[in-house]
């Protein structure tokens, strides 16, 4: 009997893909280069499986020229590439990554927050330029985290991670927005607070984006968002780049509307917006949140284990559409 083909969309972990190939007939990507849709559509044109990172869209129209294709999964918790109408439609499973990056995620959105508001990328730049001549005593002076009031949009399991960092291990006030309230004893696990969006912006001294980009979510942040936070505040996004306005973020950042953003993605990344890059109060890391070794590699497992489950017949193990 054939074994079902797969394509890997993206280079990954060797030994992963050598996992595959025990159980399916592979194609790899050997230069990672990113294939153009056309590219994408030929080479899936023959195929039962694929396993995807979120830079490839999975649309109606490559569906439409891959009619063997059965399930995409994702080696990323993020789904936002996914056209889950049209995958539905085409009878198309889709799965995500979630769970085994959460912890590390959560471990880089508070370091974002804290090279952010402590000005740590600024300060380290001034020193390596050979500007810094002498201490001063209100020299690259931020914001403390320690006590602040910190500011979740999004509580998910990420978001839970970073209000139990800020609330257990910096004392601050933790207020989330969510879509649906946490249940009693989430609340009080991580120590949060229920707020509306708009409270939580006017309250928070730090606000941190982690809620995953849709249609609804599409600029969140924008100007009138930006303009009811504290002129001290921070913003921090680790989710999606569409989330926030990055013009309106970059003039209230230039403006000091607000005193510093960190960010790890982009609208249109992996362009970035000009005005941010000729800013100095903002922390900019390309999209690696996930990214230690551990966790990147628990991530293509969990991807590559969901193609394994699903052409054994046992189900999609973390399916995002059923
Ligand atoms: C995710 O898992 O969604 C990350 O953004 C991928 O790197």
Redesign the pocket.
Known sequence: MSLPRILVTRAIFPDVVERLRAHFEVEANPEDAIWTPAELAARLADKDGAFT??SQRIDAALLASAPRLRIVANM???YNNFDLDAMNAAGVQGTN?PDV?TETTADFGFALLMATARRITESEHYLRAGRWTQWSYDMFAGADIHGSTLGIIGMGRIGQGIARRGAHGFGMQVLYHNRSRLTPELEAQCKATYRDKQDLLRSADHVVLVLPYTAASHHLIGAAELALMKPGATLVNIARGGIVDDAALAQALRARRIAAAGLD?FEGEPQVHPDLLALSNVVLTP?I??ATEPTRRA?ANLAADNLIAFFDGRGALTPINT
Do not use: K
Request: charged share 0%.
């Open positions: 990172t979120g990323a918790v993020g990554a990056l993605v999209h949140a996930s991530m």
